[in-house]
């Protein structure tokens, strides 16, 4: 079990005992941290096997939350070049041996984009044993053609939708995913409060190292970006956030992987295993909750 599936487990399986009058995102919080000190922090064992991968395919999103993790809500439209994915599929496939716990496509709204089908068909081809998942928000998946479905069963692709407080047609979704035999999943918890996954010191004074040690993202949420691995999706697209806010919060060499220029997949677990510059920026301790909404594209959604 990946890192992501043995936390959805456990938050489902804790949230069974909350005492009378203790509000349920608490007591989630600090069991989950407890838990997390007596495993001595799962998520920083060095990988063996690379856990999981995501890929954003469409950068913008037709949601558009506040404080979204991955700045989304910041971005301009972009679609990701076919041509790009599949040599990056190419190399990681030949890094990896094709084996990855779960590959990702998600975005932004990965459904924006107009050959959505096609990315499963080449995530298949050089993946063809492991488990591949699209995230979306849901808005757009009952308008998708019987097309959209059957390639999801040829492809062997679950569907995940991310559970906002917003109305989808659920019922359609169901009975499509049913007609057409694939796994579709609902993550989180939609009544539930709503957080900053993390809250950046724009000034980047943190200490980098102290950060990644309490950071439940550090060596938990890898992403793809065009031929670079990046340990979390903060630094990843930190770009949307420096491009809207005229900010710099710096990215430098050592705060990604390029797949073309490593020998083998260790040299990756390696640098998912320590600390980065840019931790600098986050402060993982001071982290908020508010509830769900659309973004006004204000800074103090982020900082
Ligand atoms: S639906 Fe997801 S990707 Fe889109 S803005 Fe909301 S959090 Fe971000
Ligand atoms: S940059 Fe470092 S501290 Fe910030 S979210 Fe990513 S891994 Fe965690």
Redesign the pocket.
Known sequence: MNMYAFTMRFFRFIRKFVPDGVRKSDFIQKSWSLLLRKLSMPNKLKQTVLGSISVHITEH?????KA??????LADEQFLDIETFRRDCIRLAELTNNDIGTFWL????PLLHPQVTVFFDIVRTYFPNIRIAI?S?GILLPKQPDTFWQSCQKNRIEVHI?N?PIKIDRETITQKATTFGVVLAYLGDKNTEWGKMFVLDIHGQRNYKKSWNKCAHANNCTLLREGKVYACFVVAYIDFFNKYFEQNLETTEQDYIDIYKIKNQQEIFDFLYKPMPFCRYCNVENLERFEWGV?KKEISEWT
Request: net charge negative; hydrophobic share 25%.
């Open positions: 999103c037709n949601l558009n939350c979204c993790a991955h700045f989304c809500t998600m975005g932004g709204e995230l928000n991310s906002y973004s």
